[in-house]
């Protein structure tokens, strides 16, 4: 449809041959981006991959077993024992639904598909549905009938937007940037054409976003500011009027159906600035109503004053309203995007999380390649007509950058709006180079008249290109650079964002994979050897895997509402034994898991991680739990020898390298991740016994021993065992201290 | 040496006298003190009978050296915050009621408590429990403040304080309100609204060149791509040597970058945006077809040279990058 309109007028069977062509370009884009996305399927097999997806899966299964209303009111208490949690109320829902809804349409059609397949093969459908979306919004922007395709290929196969949907990404992200780059199209349209239905449309669209992912407030905050750049432009329209109050109306009262949204959008700050505009545009309609009907030029100064002062007095009423407590002010997450100092000193559990890291350039070049010179090229062709559409191209793209370098995983944003920026320019090159017709000289040579304000340098008429020379040598760098980006987007996506991370591969001498299995088989031995409801104590990052491919409770997960709860598990894994047998006793903790990737060098482990809990821990307990302790007088953090007593006594530490030593012959025993010596005398443990160490030891198991049948505490016990001999056989120590709980 | 030594327990027998004297009730005197100013304003002596051992107070001492001879930043910094906290909480205490004192001990006034403590370093801050009554410490040693964590705010020793002492009231801070600010504030919001208001005839063109917000916009957005918030951030060095007495523009490692290291990439973008602008917008404009061809070579030519030195960059970045372009293979 959109095609059709675009062009130049031609001929009605060339016009046809022309949208045949585009739709099978289309179908192309779409294929390529989907079997792009497919290497991990190929390579390893058709599973769920990393953490968040797991839980994403699990409430998808259980959403396609109970149905959609126990689903909404899901309680679910195998996790956060024991604490449990309201599920159906805490989970953006939209992603379920739809492969729910996909599920049970294939049913209906008699197709028996199962429900992983679906999930798996999620990200990669919708990627295809984001070329198409990719392609309409760039049509707006431009009269170039090759943009809108270049746009779509490049956000096909883009690596910014592939490391978070390839198949087996189940995630939120999976979807919502689909619906991201749509909403933004249909607001576009809507506000092109100043029509309420475009608006309803994209309000519709806004309110499935709001559904799908917590990047929506990212949309929640653009519209306004684009409005707000239009309307201090002087490009305020009946358009806008409709358009914007459309949406804001209609896409508020959706987001408000969801019920971990519920009243948000009216009591935190960031959903002000959407209702802070649309009361401005309001009094600003009003005013121009009464312009219209009433001249005189006092008047309208009067008038000016009166927007102007009502702007800044409900600025300041926002600002009373926060401080007094009316609104919530910027939570957590999003004030560190401003101030970027925030979350280190206030909630290390938001900075302990690495895609929430600051950006360094090479990031940018390796998920955007070519693009990320076009881009800012594009821009710049934005400001030449600077239409409505254009201005928000410039404010998408200030923003989306700025969110970017702040924070990794919002590359995924700026990533549609470079698409469409690159597009651009590279359409204008390829357009002006690859025309056959050579340029005549411009017949008259009067001098153009100045449009004012417009951009230096465009100001004169377009000629074309005089020499099919320098068109073949600009068309055939173009062609180098396309073709460089497309083998540079296979490498990137083949290499770095295709791992499931549940799954390690790795090389064996000869050259064949090696494929290192040890997540699976940890997760397997607890299905099958313990209790239905033994309670895991792991570091949260597992906890999601654990209740999905192990069924079985656990102490804490992804899911990080509860800082206190992780602050716990944090305590318990960095305190002595002594401290931490009765927390894990309290919390009725059967098995504690640690991640230990010391033998196969595998970085990605908890003693890598531990830091990070002993910061968590020493937010809530200051005085019991201190990051100085795990640091050498000298500064370092060490695991060997010169590793300090707090390090050596918590209980990460010894459940790591538990009979570790004993692997290697005697004094060669080595930690492949630190690079260090490992002391031949490993840690003793008295208060848990090992169940199950996995093939390459990533996972480790720890069945927390019951209490004494004799009274006696754990450490003697132990100690009785070994066959040492009691201190002082006739005082019964200690026994004391456990029966406290 | 030797001198210091039989110095202080010489001190500390003063000290006891003074103790002895004031045997009525310490606190008393000290909170009479504390009501005029507080923190009260110590030396030596007062210093060991405030802090002298049987109490039923809790004190808190802050061992600071403001003179600037001794070149100590942190307790030139601390010190607003420490009065501060001390006015506040005495202000906040009137019927002293959580029984703390606040006493601030200059090196100047003190020099041989800070001897006779060992102290090498400044500030330190010290919290006395109370040796009898209610709130008794088993242990009559002092509890001491961590400083490390850089500089410190009122708020964060309170709430120090308020987890040592538990059970009695912890009156907040208020902080006054900065009149000044507020004041300069406005009057600068209101001169700089008047003076564009009164210049708007020559700022006008200005704000609504497009010319400018164009180039601020790219600007902008150059320097968020090429890291620019990564240093804001993570405070990189600009440069650092590469251990041969040479200078390394550029760090190893995918995750770390340097301060100049990212304004050569910002420089590389925008050379390449650049060329990319004038290929698409400007050549086709030229009316004469020599000046066409020749800008057309020398911009592309410039493009595929500094995207080769770009790929060649990033090359040292990611060590396992098989792309490159010539000549900068």
Redesign the interface.
């Known amino acids: 449809m959109a095609a059709k309109t675009q062009g130049p007028a031609v001929g009605y069977t060339t016009e046809s041959t022309r949208t045949l062509l585009r739709v099978v370009i289309l179908c192309f884009i779409a294929a390529a981006a989907i079997s792009s996305r497919l290497f991990s399927v190929i390579r390893f097999e058709s599973i769920i991959h990393e953490f968040d997806p797991w839980f994403n899966f699990r409430a998808t299964k259980y959403l396609v077993a109970n149905g959609f209303h126990k689903f909404w009111d899901w309680f679910d208490d195998r996790t956060w024992h024991p604490l449990g949690r309201v599920t159906g109320g805490t989970l953006y829902p939209g992603l379920m639904v739809t492969s729910g809804a996909i599920y049970h349409a294939l049913r209906t059609l008699t197709i028996p598909v199962d429900i992983r397949n679906i999930c798996v093969l999620l990200a990669p459908a919708c990627s295809g549905l984001t070329a198409f979306a990719t392609y309409l919004l760039t049509n707006e922007m431009t009269t170039s009938p090759s943009a809108g395709l270049l746009a779509a290929v490049f956000m096909g196969i883009a690596p910014g937007y592939i490391s978070r949907s390839v198949a087996g990404s189940y995630d939120n992200e999976a979807i919502a940037i689909f619906l991201l780059v749509f909403t933004f199209y249909l607001w576009i349209k809507a506000l092109k054409l100043g029509s309420m239905l475009w608006g309803a449309l994209c309000a519709l669209f806004y309110g499935y976003m709001v559904a799908s992912w917590g990047g929506y407030a990212f949309i929640t905050c653009l519209l306004p500011v684009h409005a707000l750049v239009l309307i201090c432009m002087g490009r305020y329209s009946t358009r806008l009027y409709v358009s914007y109050t459309t949406w804001y109306a209609l896409g508020t009262l959706a987001s408000m159906q969801i019920p971990f949204v519920g009243f948000l959008p009216i009591k935190t700050s960031e959903h002000m600035p959407a209702l802070g505009i649309f009361g401005f545009i309001q009094l600003i309609g009003f005013i121009q109503y009464v312009r219209s009907a009433i001249s005189g030029r006092q008047f309208q100064t009067f008038l000016v004053t009166i927007l102007v002062a009502t702007f800044g007095l409900g600025l300041l009423g926002l600002v009373a309203l926060t401080s007094l407590g009316y609104v919530a002010p910027w939570s957590g997450r999003f004030y560190s995007l401003w101030d ?2 925030y979350a280190k000193i206030h909630i290390p559990i938001i900075a302990s999380v690495s895609e929430h890291q ?9 998920d955007l390649n ?1 693009l ?6 594009g ?3 934005c ?2 007509d ?1 239409k409505d559409e254009h201005v928000f191209v ?1 404010v998408y ?2 923003f989306g ?2 969110f ?3 924070m990794v995983r919002l590359m995924l944003t700026l990533t549609p709006v470079v698409c469409v920026a690159a597009a651009m ?1 590279a359409s ?2 390829l357009d ?2 690859l025309s056959w017709k050579s ?1 005549t ?2 017949e008259e040579q009067e001098a153009p008249k100045k449009v004012k ?6 100001d ?8 099919n ?2 068109k073949v ?2 068309s055939g ?1 173009m062609l ?2 396309l073709l ?1 980006f497309v ?2 987007c296979t ?1 990137v996506t083949s ?1 770095a964002y295709s791992s499931p991370s549940v799954v390690l591969a790795s090389r064996m001498p000869d050259g064949s994979q090696h494929i290192i299995d040890d997540y699976r088989e940890a997760y397997q031995w607890l299905r099958q050897n313990t209790k239905e409801d033994a309670k895991i104590m792991s570091w949260w990052d597992y906890g999601y895997q654990i209740g999905g491919m192990a069924d079985r409770p656990t102490l804490v997960d992804n899911n990080t509402w509860n800082n206190t709860h992780i602050a716990t598990v944090g305590k318990a894994m960095s305190s002595r034994e002594e401290v931490s047998y009765p927390i894990m006793r309290q919390h009725e903790v059967d098995y504690v898991l640690v991640v230990f990737g010391a033998l196969l060098g595998y970085s990605g482990d908890d003693i890598n991680k531990f830091l990070w809990m002993v910061r968590i821990a020493e937010g809530i307990w ?2 019991e739990v201190k990051e ?1 302790d795990f640091f050498t007088p000298q500064g370092e953090y060490r695991v060997d020898e010169g590793a300090t007593e707090t390090m050596k006594n918590s209980l990460m530490y010894k459940m790591s390298y538990y009979n570790y030593a004993s692997l290697f012959p005697a004094g060669q025993a080595a930690d492949r991740v630190r690079g260090v010596r490992i002391p031949d005398q490993g840690p003793v443990l008295n208060t848990l016994e090992e169940a199950f160490t996995s093939e390459n030891w990533i996972i480790r198991i720890y069945k927390v021993k019951d209490l004494d049948n004799i009274g006696r505490d754990h450490a003697n016990a132990a100690a009785f065992e070994r066959g040492q001999k009691k201190k002082k056989p006739t005082k019964k120590r200690g026994a004391r201290v456990l029966r406290v709980d | 040496m030797r001198i210091l030594s039989s110095i202080a327990p010489l001190l500390l027998l003063i000290g006891g006298g003074l103790a002895k004297k004031a045997q009525a009730d310490p606190y008393e005197e000290f909170n009479r003190l504390a009501q005029r100013s507080s923190p009260i304003k110590l030396n030596d002596a007062t210093y060991a009978s405030l802090t002298g051992a049987p109490r039923n107070h809790s004190v808190v001492v802050l061992l600071t050296a403001l003179e600037t001879r001794f070149g100590c930043q942190l307790c030139q910094d601390f010190q607003p915050e420490w009065d501060l906290l001390g006015k506040s909480w005495t202000r906040g205490d009137k019927t002293g009621e959580s029984r703390l004192l606040f006493g601030t001990l200059d090196f100047a006034d003190g020099r041989e408590t800070f001897i006779s403590l060992g102290l090498q370093t400044a500030p330190v801050l010290m919290l006395f429990h109370p040796t009898v009554g209610p709130h008794a410490a088993a242990s009559p040693e002092p509890v001491r403040y961590d400083f490390t964590a850089g500089p410190t705010a009122a708020e964060q020793v309170h709430t120090w304080l308020s987890r040592q002492l538990p059970d009695r009231p912890h009156p907040a801070i208020k902080r006054p309100i900065n009149w000044i600010r507020w004041a300069s504030t406005v009057t600068l919001v209101l001169g700089v609204g008047t003076a564009l208001v009164s210049a708007s005839a020559y700022v006008l063109p200005v704000i609504q060149n497009r010319n400018i917000w164009a180039s601020v916009s790219l600007i902008a957005i150059l320097l968020f791509i090429s890291g620019h918030m990564f240093n804001h951030i993570r405070k990189v060095p600009y440069i650092v040597g590469d251990g041969k007495g040479g200078v390394s523009y550029i760090a190893g490692g995918f995750q770390s970058q340097l301060g100049l290291e990212t304004q050569i990439v910002a420089a590389i973008y925008g050379v390449l945006s650049f060329c990319a602008i004038t290929l698409a917008v400007k050549v086709p404009r030229m009316a004469d077809s020599k000046t066409q061809q020749v800008a057309v070579v020398v911009w592309s030519i410039t493009l595929f040279l500094v995207y080769s030195f770009l790929l060649s960059v990033f090359r040292v970045k990611n060590g396992g990058y098989p792309f490159s372009l010539p000549p900068f293979m």
């Open positions: 970027t100092g600051p950006t360094a350039w090479p990031s940018f070049f390796f070519f990320i010179w076009l881009f800012p090229a821009v710049y062709l400001f030449q600077l410039v793209a200030l950058s700025y970017a370098g702040v320019a204008q090159i002006t180079y340029a000289p411009p304000g417009g951009l230096r340098g465009s004169k008429p377009n000629v074309g290109i005089y020499s020379l320098t040598m600009v760098s180098v650079y460089m083998s540079h490498w290499n200051p005085d100085r």
